[in-house]
């Protein structure tokens, strides 16, 4: 079995709508694809539905956002967790809502230099869906101000920029722990991503694994080689399961379905170990 355990539809900042997705999966040639928008579950009914259709298995995630105690941004990917939960729901909710501040915060600063504002970012914001910085990045696409989001990304954006605002987000063991209570697997995403900015140390690996998480992501695009090696050894010293994902967003990005995959095996364990909803479809044998 193919198996990709990290894609993000327009439900955050993906660019296809969640059947899409299962559908570019599937022609991908993938047999197990999860669906991870940020903070946000408001994309499974429609991807479990096309998954069922297609006859692939849909992976129920979600990839949580979080700033570590150095003020480090951290993603936090998380299976099978109950979408229903009271404390998960709260911190996701609180999320969310700053995401949007921060947006506006943004778009303001923005605004003084480039031609964009407020309508011409929403107008690149699915409806109810989780605004992020790739959202803004659209939007200076959409005005001519840089070809694509990885340029605006890799200027007027980067959290340097004098434009960039931090938002709410919970601390990454917080997170670990809740995913935890609402029966779901809390595996660190692109943990050593060191492109997308500073990395954590030593002492959060250390917390997030006392506050219940179970794997990392070591096989993904922005992970250095070394880093992987370091993870895969981090992964076998504290009994974690290792994953692999591609982390795409459709046009968004230039990450391919399937170019990282995860082991079926641990896909396996996975299932077993988070109990808050099931997978649907078939699983490895
Ligand atoms: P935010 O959560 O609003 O701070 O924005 C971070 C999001 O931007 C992440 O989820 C990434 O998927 C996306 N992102 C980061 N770097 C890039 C890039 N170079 N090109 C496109 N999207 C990116
Ligand atoms: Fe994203
Ligand atoms: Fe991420
Ligand atoms: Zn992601």
Request: without cysteine.
């Given at each position: 079995m193919r198996i990709d355990l990290h894609t993000h539809s327009c439900?955050?900042?993906?660019?296809?709508?969640p059947a899409d997705v299962i559908a570019s999966a599937a022609a991908a040639g993938l047999d197990a694809v999860a669906l991870t928008d940020h903070d946000t579950t408001a994309g499974w009914a429609g991807a479990a539905a096309a998954a069922r259709a297609r006859g692939i298995t849909f992976v129920p995630g979600m990839e949580v956002s979080c700033r570590s105690s150095e003020g480090i941004s951290v993603h936090v990917l998380s299976y099978l967790h109950d979408p229903t939960h009271p404390g998960l729901l709260e911190e996701i909710a609180r999320s969310r809502a700053a995401r949007v501040t921060r947006a506006e915060l943004m778009v303001q600063r923005l605004a003084e230099d480039f031609p964009i504002d407020w309508d011409s970012v929403q107008e690149q914001v699915a409806p109810g869906a989780t605004i992020g910085r790739p959202h803004i990045a659209d939007a200076l696409v959409a005005a001519g101000v840089v070809p694509n989001r990885s340029a605006a990304f890799s200027g007027i954006l980067t959290a340097r920029s004098p434009y960039f605002v931090a938002h709410y987000a919970p601390d990454p063991a917080r997170a670990a722990g809740l995913i935890r209570e609402a029966g779901g697997v809390p595996v660190f995403a692109h943990p050593v991503a060191s492109s997308r900015g500073r990395v954590v140390g030593e002492e959060t690996f250390a917390e997030m694994i006392g506050a219940g998480l179970l794997g990392v992501e070591a096989d993904h695009r922005d992970n250095p080689g070394p880093g992987r090696e370091w993870l895969r050894r981090l992964a076998k010293d504290n009994d974690l399961l290792v994953t692999g994902s591609s982390d795409y967003h459709g046009t968004g990005k230039p990450n391919l379905l399937g170019e990282f995959t995860t082991d079926p095996a641990v896909l396996v364990r996975i299932a077993e170990l988070g109990t808050g909803t099931a997978v649907v479809g078939p699983l490895p044998h």
């Open positions: 439900v955050s900042d993906g660019t296809e709508q």
